[in-house]
């Protein structure tokens, strides 16, 4: 990486990643520019229905709230108190002054921990990522892994549009062998499927929902999505 003027200049990170690390969701800009927007204009909206019929359209309502000036104003102030910048310092850090452990299991996770905010750049895109976060209400992020190599870890974290993906739990039906599961009226709580679902159609096409369809979906595994709401 140089830097050039106070800005830096970055090159693709695709041909530093393993053969076996893949991951159906593309690679973003590094300025995140494909998802985050400034206010700039005044826009005005008449509710008929009164309600939200799904996550998609409230997360676009939440979008499109942001863009009024006085809103986008307030969501600044929010986030320069929440990301404090500074040239010499990191704005977040972990801290395990309470955790009943040894030196050498927490130098292990202060690694950890830094090399996953170094995949994140988080030093230096803080601000977008958590106003996004505080736009949205949720975050998501594909953790690219080596399939030749598991064990080397996570190679990439890849930002996924909120309204590209959807978290859904639902009753499973079929067992591993393909045999249909008879309900269990003893059972206290059914034996539910988690995953995630991505379409990267539902942000080219508007009029299209996560939730009218699975055409053109991807399925996701719910250990591969790191998943964050604002609850």
Known sequence: ??????FSIEGSDDNNLPQGAVSPVPQNDADK?????????????????GVFRNEYD????????????????????VVNEA?????????????????????NIK???????KYIK???????KSHEIFRNWYIDGRLYYHKVVDLKDPHAGIQELRYI?????????????????????????????PELEEYFEYNPVSGANKSYSPTNG???AIKIAKDAVTYCTSD
């Open 214 to 216: 699975t055409q053109g």
């Open 58 to 77: 409230l997360i676009k309502r939440y979008r499109e709230m942001s863009l009024h000036p006085e809103c986008d104003e307030a969501i600044e102030d």
């Open 107 to 113: 130098k292990i996770i202060r690694d950890e921990f």
């Open 83 to 103: 990301i404090v910048s500074d040239l010499n310092d990191t704005p977040v850090e972990i801290d395990l002054s309470n955790l009943p452990a040894g030196d």
């Open 161 to 189: 549009d909120a309204l590209k993906v959807k978290y859904v739990r639902q009753m499973k039906k079929k067992d591993l062998n393909g045999v249909d599961l008879q309900p269990n009226k003893s059972a206290i709580t």
């Open 118 to 124: 170094d995949l994140l750049d988080f030093d230096s």
């Open 1 to 6: 990486m140089a830097k050039l003027f106070g």
């Open 33 to 49: 520019s494909d998802y985050y927007v400034s206010s700039g204009f005044y826009g005005q909206y008449v509710d008929i229905e």
